[in-house]
């Protein structure tokens, strides 16, 4: 998650803590932790419950 932002600055990365902010659960479907979500202009744009750098690496890409 550090690595990316550092990455890509020209993206904003947020660490929500969804158990101290339950209402964000409600921004993506957070059933399991961790939990990755993206976003453009406000709306959801894909997700994924991984702890794999590659993983990450893809559902960033999708929106850069």
């Given at each position: 998650?550090?690595?990316?932002?550092?990455?890509n600055?020209?993206?904003?990365?947020?660490?929500?803590?969804?158990?101290?902010?339950?209402?964000?659960?409600?921004?993506?479907?957070?059933?399991?932790?961790?939990?990755?979500?993206?976003?453009?202009?406000g709306q959801?744009?894909?997700?994924?419950?991984?702890?794999?750098?590659?993983?990450?690496?893809?559902?960033?890409?999708?929106?850069?």
């Amino acid at each position: 998650f550090k690595k990316l932002a550092l990455e890509n600055e020209t993206i904003t990365f947020a660490l929500v803590d969804a158990e101290n902010f339950p209402e964000s659960r409600k921004l993506a479907n957070v059933s399991n932790l961790p939990t990755f979500a993206t976003f453009v202009n406000g709306q959801l744009v894909n997700e994924t419950q991984t702890n794999k750098a590659e993983v990450l690496n893809e559902l960033v890409n999708e929106i850069v």
